[in-house]
């Protein structure tokens, strides 16, 4: 069986989403299947069951079709680093902080350890799902890009397209892609999903004739909207969520970090109907909600001296208000932050919130972690991934919550615990029910508008 490259047609087109749904599918069907991606760019990542880290959407395709995750399923991982440099994570671990430049000049390195984790994971399964990143035919960019015309030259895969139609300019992007593609992948090419359609989708019904007539372009279905708040990749996919505010009785705020990081730790809040969430960026905002969280950042001093220099330092220091600070967010609750080895700056030392006594100071080896925790009398099935290290995993001070645990408010526990004392009324939810139940509705909604079948025989074929 051949192994399917998902390739966007632009940025945000829903890749990572239909990548998710396709293996979802397949895997239903009986395929022995896997998610993959070779080179993420993101600051949200996760622990697989071996160890490793890796972003979002791999780790949540995989969980989502009962497999264990592996750092085989996105072997390159790319955070923030300081200007022009980023943090480089090879195979689950973290390496090193590589400029831009550099990392560009030595990509040709990075292929093999590509063609180790696809190999590795086709040894298991019987299909890749390959998602791409950005478009696959940026020009300037085609010699180092590693997951989309590497990895379907190199394993031969078959490709589907996914054009965002409501950007507007869906015909040119398309037929561009493809005049682009190098000749050996177009005959790979099994079709094109059309994504996000809004409206009446009968209207677009010439559309599919102009493509498969005039262009001989199969179009494999036209995919409407439909918001999927789970497994947010980055800040871009973070913005899109949508939420319903009828029911909603508690106001949550959560400190939009120029550098934010691991914000799937609030979907399970998007989800919550008596949960009203926004992200905010000054103190005014601040002033209206009754819990103010500060997130995980992949850059804990910068994002330090953004919040004093927006003026939040009052707030957070009020014992009155409840906050729960998250990682990063934890980490600027002591007194200090030292970092001697530059982890994350050139600064070695630099005053936190002074919410928690002691200091916290970031090692060179980082702390990966995945287990159930037991947090403010609670159990917690979460995961750490952080350099800085405190004495304690979590604190608690008058109406002030902290811990490097993510995947905090999973625990139905945990919001029902510091939901009620905001206002007895509040009921909480199953949120790994949801979780299921929206996953289900996904895949089924991606079922009836795409021919899975179709797809199915096309990866059937040499």
């Given at each position: ?430 949120f790994a029910k949801y979780k299921r139940q929206k996953i289900e509705e ?21």
């Amino acid at each position: 069986m051949r192994s399917l490259s998902v390739f966007g047609t632009s940025s945000d087109a829903g890749k990572s989403t239909l990548s998710f749904a396709l293996t979802y599918l397949l895997h239903s069907r009986g395929v022995k299947v896997a998610p993959f991606k070779a080179q993420n760019v993101s600051n949200n990542s996760h622990i697989c069951d071996d160890g490793g880290e890796i972003a979002i959407p791999q780790h949540f395709a995989a969980e989502a079709i009962g497999i264990a995750t592996s750092h085989f399923m996105n072997p390159i991982l790319i955070k923030s680093g300081s200007k022009n440099a980023a943090h480089l994570i090879i195979n689950g671990e973290a390496v090193a902080n590589v400029e831009l430049h550099e990392y560009f000049k030595n990509i040709n390195s990075l292929k093999p350890h590509v063609k180790k984790a696809f190999k590795k994971l086709s040894k298991e399964y019987e299909c890749i799902v390959a998602e791409g990143a950005g478009s696959p035919v940026e020009l300037n960019l085609m010699d180092k890009d590693l997951s989309n015309i590497f990895v379907a030259q190199e394993f031969d895969t078959k490709i589907i397209l996914v054009a965002d139609i409501e950007r507007g300019g869906v015909f040119a992007s398309i037929v561009g892609v493809l005049a682009l593609l190098p000749k050996s992948l177009k005959k790979n090419v099994i079709g094109v999903i059309i994504n996000k359609f809004q409206g009446d989708i009968t209207l677009f019904d010439d559309g599919i004739t102009i493509l498969e007539e005039r262009f001989g372009i199969k179009v494999l279905g036209v995919v409407p909207f439909k918001p999927f708040n789970l497994g947010f990749e980055d800040a871009q996919s973070l913005l899109n969520y949508s939420q319903n505010h009828s029911k909603a009785i508690i106001k949550v705020g959560v400190i939009k970090l120029p550098h934010i990081s691991n914000f799937t730790d609030f979907e399970p809040l998007i989800a919550d109907e008596e949960i009203e969430l926004s992200f905010i960026t000054n103190p005014s905002e601040a002033l209206h909600v009754s819990l103010l969280i500060i997130p995980g950042t992949k850059r804990v001093v910068e994002d330090l001296m953004w919040l004093k220099e927006m003026g939040f330092e009052e707030i957070l220091q009020s014992k009155k208000r409840t906050i729960v600070a998250i990682c990063g967010g934890y980490e600027m609750m002591y007194e200090r932050i030292l970092d001697p080895y530059h982890i994350e700056s050139e600064i070695q030392e630099i005053q936190g919130f002074a919410r928690f006594e002691g200091d916290v100071i970031f090692k060179e080896k980082k702390v990966l972690k995945k287990e159930n925790y037991e947090l403010f009398d609670c159990n917690v099935q979460g995961y750490e991934i952080h350099n800085g290290v405190a004495k304690k995993s979590a604190k608690k001070h008058k109406n002030l919550y902290g811990t490097f645990v993510h995947g905090f408010f999973d625990s139905d526990e945990i919001r029902l615990k510091l939901f009620s004392k905001i206002d007895p009324a509040y009921k909480g939810y199953d949120f790994a029910k949801y979780k299921r139940q929206k996953i289900e509705e996904f895949a089924l909604h991606v079922e009836q508008n795409v021919d899975i079948d179709f797809i199915h025989k096309a990866l059937l074929k040499d």
